[in-house]
């Protein structure tokens, strides 16, 4: 499937040795938008950990297939130059450091400043 941007099979995760996620399937296609809800401590922020690449979250099956390549053994940084990124829910405040700018950062390479501002 070519327009499959992000493709979650059969997902295992560890965290300290303790499993987390079981046999999760998840596929978000070009352009789509996915909001996750479940109860606390379901597993919400583990999985985007592992998609992003905490070296904690320990995939111990399955695949996290990006644009038809297995993610699961690369670090962190490759993955966020391959477009993943991620935003806590509460960013630390840094005086003098905008959100807008951190944005910009890291979607530096993939969108231009036109484009970010054309979305104000
Ligand atoms: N670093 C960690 N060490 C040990 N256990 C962890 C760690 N991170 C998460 N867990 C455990 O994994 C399970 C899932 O937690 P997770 O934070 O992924 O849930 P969540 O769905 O994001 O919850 P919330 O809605 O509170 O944000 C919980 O039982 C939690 O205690
Ligand atoms: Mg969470």
Redesign the pocket.
């Known amino acids: 499937m070519s327009d499959t941007t992000l493709e979650i099979k059969d997902l295992s995760v560890e ?2 040795g ?1 499993q ?1 996620l079981h046999d999760i399937n998840f596929t978000v296609k070009t352009g789509e938008t996915h909001v996750l809800f ?10 985007l ?1 592992t998609i992003m690449g905490s070296p ?1 979250y320990k995939v111990t099956r399955g695949s996290i297939m990006l644009k038809g390549k297995d993610i699961v053994n690369l670090p962190m940084d490759e993955r966020a130059r391959m477009g993943i990124g991620m935003s806590m ?1 509460r960013p630390p405040v840094v005086r003098g450091v905008k959100t807008r700018d951190m944005v910009t950062a890291c979607a530096r390479g993939r969108e231009t400043e036109e484009e970010l501002n054309s979305k104000k």
């Open positions: 965290v300290e303790r987390i479940g109860p606390n401590g379901s597993g919400k922020t583990t999985l950990m904690k829910q």
